[in-house]
């Protein structure tokens, strides 16, 4: 088990050297410096290798520090009263919600596809190799962590608890990797890629984590006894993991489903996943399509068919926000200070919702889904580029685009309504009605917002990746302004007239760059 861990490892560096030499190479600066030669020079390997080496203990041991940093945070400000449950109760919960979501076991890597596959590898050793040092690797890290967070910050006295709480994710984490290996041997592929409980748990669970807010936590000995349960159950799913035998074969079915060698990980696959086109959904209903033509038509087809992609992530939206309206309505009805406070953050602090929608809105998915399935094959042909199809298309996605995101938008918007209606303040009804039409206007600048940069920075090449920065550049840069405006504090008046404003001029600005720049740069690459 030793020799294969240092194998995969080797392996791992090799490949990480041998890349980041490669990238460098592609620098306009350093281009011509970088040689060929260079993949032969064992000191700068080695160099390179080290730094590498430095690289990812920095980057694991810093990702493991935010993680408790952010639970301890959190803790601290929502839950000042009662810091110490409250961090039992919320780390109890996300390290059950990494038992569903976590497994690294089953996940599909270079790193793995060239140890067992390329350089066949016994697939066994190779598995026991990585379990080991997967949990050896986090026992440290959480470890130190707890230490830190949990022993020196809120429980000195009291290290037991520190013990059991790293013993608890190491039992939680195989429990976790045994149950994704039996469901993938029974059903052939891993749960959380297709499975419609998925969305559900995470949701759950996450949520869950606030209940202190509401003066409910889990019983500390009941989170205690949980954490000895799950300690105990490790112990067999340990054993079950080690006497798996056909990895190798499990490895080669998952490798066939991501196509490992052309995409960066399993993500891509997921991506994909998530705007596959199911049988059932290409059958059309033809009185639909009556009396349409044209592009009118062609979009029609288009979102008939992609329906279900679509509208599957904005309705799941929509119910949680439906969920949390109702949360919040019960909170102004029961508790005076929640009704002011609430009631004054939907007037004053309504720029919040800025940073809100632009996490909400599907335009990324959307667009994402017209490339993979509409585009990439159209924009082949050169009719498909003429400035009249492009803006013509482009008008008719707007108008799907915008429905789409318009269901959630209304949600939220009738929540504030309903909120500032039983708000003890005297709103005025001017007041309410541009507070839902700010909301409509910051989900349908978005809608145009996404579909805009997609046909100006196209950024998919032929094999459906994302490889233009300037597309990402723009996403951050978008990010960044909704975080400051979400920062500005002015009336829901003032903030509906400048949406509104803001929103025509951004349309009109947008169909005449649609127009003109997207024929040289809607296109593939």
């Not at 500390?220 to 190798?248: R, T």
């Not at 009704?339 to 599907?362: C, D, P, W, Y």
Request: aromatic share 16%; hydrophobic share 50%.
């Amino acid at each position: 088990m030793i020799n294969a861990l240092v194998k995969t490892l080797q392996i791992d560096l090799d490949y990480s050297v041998n890349s980041f030499i490669y990238i460098l190479s592609k620098l306009p600066v350093l281009r011509d410096l970088i040689t060929n030669d260079i993949y032969k020079s064992k000191t700068i390997k080695r160099i390179v290798g080290f730094l590498g080496i430095l690289f990812s203990i920095a980057r694991a041991a810093f990702l493991k520090f935010m993680y408790f940093f952010v639970i301890l945070f959190i803790c601290y400000k929502l839950f000042p009263n009662q810091i110490i449950q409250a961090f039992f109760h919320m780390y109890f919960l996300l390290t059950i919600l990494g038992l569903f979501i976590n497994n690294k076991l089953l996940n599909t890597s270079k790193k793995k596809y060239f140890s067992i596959i390329i350089f066949n590898m016994d697939a066994t050793a190779f598995l026991r190799a990585n379990l080991f040092w997967n949990l050896l690797t986090n026992m440290i890290m959480n470890m130190i962590c707890i230490y830190l967070f949990v022993d020196y910050l809120l429980l000195s006295p009291t290290i037991i608890y520190s013990i059991i709480l790293v013993l608890f994710t190491l039992g939680a984490r195989l429990v976790g990797e045994m149950l994704n290996i039996m469901f993938f041997r029974k059903y052939h592929y891993i749960w959380y890629t297709n499975n419609s409980l998925y969305f559900p748990i995470v949701v759950g669970l996450v949520g869950a984590c606030f209940l202190p807010y509401l003066n409910l936590m889990i019983p500390f000995k009941v989170l205690l006894g949980f954490m000895v349960l799950f300690l105990l159950l490790g112990i067999p799913a340990f054993i079950y993991i080690l006497k798996i035998e056909d990895y190798k074969l499990i490895y080669k079915r998952l490798t066939q489903m991501t196509n490992v060698m052309d995409s960066k990980n399993e993500k891509d696959y997921l991506k994909q996943a998530m705007v596959d086109v199911k049988e059932k959904d290409k059958k059309i209903d033809s009185s639909i399509l009556e009396k349409k033509e044209g592009y009118d038509l062609f979009n029609a087809i288009f979102f008939e068919r992609h329906k279900e992609i679509l509208l599957r992530s904005a309705r799941k939206y929509s119910v949680i926000i439906v969920i949390v309206y109702g949360i919040l309505a019960y909170m102004m009805t029961h508790y005076a200070n929640y009704n002011q406070s609430i009631g004054e953050f939907l007037h004053v602090k309504l720029a919040t919702f800025v940073i809100i929608m632009f996490f909400i809105n599907r335009g990324s998915i959307i667009t994402q889904a017209m490339f993979f399935n509409c585009d990439h094959a159209m924009l082949r042909y050169n009719f498909y580029r003429d400035p009249n199809v492009i803006v013509e298309l482009f008008k008719k996605r707007l108008l799907t685009v915008t429905k789409v995101n318009l269901l959630p938008a209304f949600v939220i918007g009738i929540g504030n309504t309903i909120l500032l209606l039983i708000s003890n303040h005297s709103y005025s009804m001017i007041s309410i009605m541009t507070s839902f039409l700010f909301i409509i206007c910051l989900s349908v600048f978005f809608s145009v917002h996404y579909l805009v940069i997609y046909y100006l920075l196209q950024p998919f090449n032929k094999e459906m990746e994302v490889k233009r920065a300037s597309y990402s550049f723009v996403t951050l840069c978008t990010y960044i302004i909704s975080y400051w405006i979400s920062g500005i504090i002015l009336s829901s008046e003032v903030l509906s007239i400048l949406g509104i404003v803001f929103s025509l001029f951004y349309i009109g600005l947008s169909l005449l760059l649609v127009y003109k720049v997207s024929p040289r740069t809607f296109k593939l690459y």
